[in-house]
């Protein structure tokens, strides 16, 4: 068997140990005589399950004791609802517009209440983190909101921007448990699995609690994070086995040695790969430095038929998945944390002997 | 390892040979180099898995071109809300109350609209289907809404009521692939997946064609059936691996002989039952005979020590799960697809003893 090295956006690499075990798991979990996927969810070994997740990023992540931690469906697109019907009490919020997700998370907002986009990095491409001008932000807002690493453009946020009492709301999906982050900075983040967290079908919400409870009146029980904070994210059959798998990844993660040991590991990889980029003369990285994101890293030829070739002889070579998104072009490598550094050694050492055979 | 009898009322058992292929192909699937769990799902290799899924399961099901088969989120309690915010154009529809899953879809039509109970059996806590008086109902209803089998109350529908030109909707959550169905009678079919087809997670819509396109304005545009419907239920990402597991199901399902081969041993597992129930004067089901389930058997003794006791010792002797809802009381057997004959005689085997040990 020959395991390729997967630089999707997402869905993405896991864990070996994680899926080697999510196997031999498969047919029996412990002496239960049943799959995690068989299992009621309202069972003594799948309660044990889904509070030892949990319990285990609360852990990692330092979770203050008065965010609630929810499990929910319907990936970050849902939660570009449920942010605005649960959190815009007095009807405006304040955005960054960062890219795609950011826009699409506006939208659904706008549905909802007055949208304020304090900042935007649109005129270049989504390609730099906007500087944020005080005076632009509404400190009667009822949140402001961020999209911090931006998957499509590989931009991230370098530093927590201060919102005052303002809570700050953010997507941190593609760069989520990527690095220590101060939870207590914020009043919401939520994630996608997909990325660094286990399979697709699981968005982790994480909410201080003095913000759950004002939801919009008549929405949708199930769009009411108050539905899944007073029911453990129990309310109805929650994704039982995701939440299985994401629980072994944070076993894994925490066997690395938590956020701080993966920081390490995530800056080694990006700056093998940024180094490289900054020192060719072929390929050129599309993202300004100051706003360089850990985790997703779009970089161009410039010639479109000698992309095209880098992508189908990567491909050819076992590294997948480089195509960059059809709004940037080119190639863009996710560098999440289940790809080990050789990974990205590997592409670096495909890009040299591209760049020597085809200059 | 010995694997237990498992009669959850969902999420429930799965076949092995499912099981064992998932296991199997968890680290590597074919020769892509990666798990399922972690393919992109724009990747050529995840696209054939979802078409081959959807495949399989118009072809098992015999499903007519002018229905769409989307793969969502959020269980069934989401399409409480998404049937009536995008189907209750005109603001009313008529529904039958056989319990609390059609309760809840009840009140969260509410919010929508204008609800029509046009039957209920909630009298004698929803032993039975009721007689849904012709006169009740509102040929002019947006749909008519029914929830085909009660998983709670182990009460299902007989035949498929005649509704004229009026759309009928329904929640098939719990015996979805149980026995043949003739679609076309149905403007919309919905499904969790967790019972019969594969892990939580997913929910399966079945629509005609003409229902989709007229939601509510400014609703969110993951609850419009027009957004996955256009998408091919890639809007965003799906819940990928647990779509992977309902192809093995449905694979399973062909080998067997399809939907006409399983009512058959659903008919003889829940005969076993149903039977040696009418035959015993110690046991009790507790559903009216002409409205019986095949997929769900509540029962009682009607002495809460002895029903706890057998509870426990069925448990230790590998039948798990046998709790009834609290709202019943009692004992419930699910006897999903995947639970083999074998299960449901060692039951009664169980049952017998039980009953001469107790008597």
Known sequence: MARVYNFSAGPSMLPLPVLERASREMVEYGSSGQSVMEMSHRSREYGEIIAHCEALLREVMAIPDNYKVLFLQGGASLQFSMVPLNLMTTGKADYVLTGQWAKKAIEEARKVGQVNVVASSQDKTYSYIPNIPREACDPQADYFYICYNNTIYGTAFQEVPDTGSVPLVADVSSCFLSEPMDVSRFGMLFAGAQKNFGPAGVVVAIIREDLIGHAREGIPTMLDYKTHADNDSMFNTPPTYAIYVCGLVLEWLKSLGGLSAMAAINREKAA?????????????????RNSRSLMNVPFVIGDADLEKK????????????????????????????????????????????FETDNR
Chains 1, 2 share one sequence.
């Open 272 to 288: 093998i790969l940024y180094d490289y980029l900054d020192s060719s003369s072929f390929f050129r990285g599309t993202v300004e």
């Open 310 to 353: 880098f992508i189908r002889e990567a491909e050819a070579a076992g590294l997948v998945n480089l195509k960059g998104h059809r709004s940037v072009g080119g190639m863009r490598a996710s560098i999440y944390n289940a790809m080990p550094v050789e990974g990205v050694r590997a592409l670096v050492a495909f890009m040299k002997k």
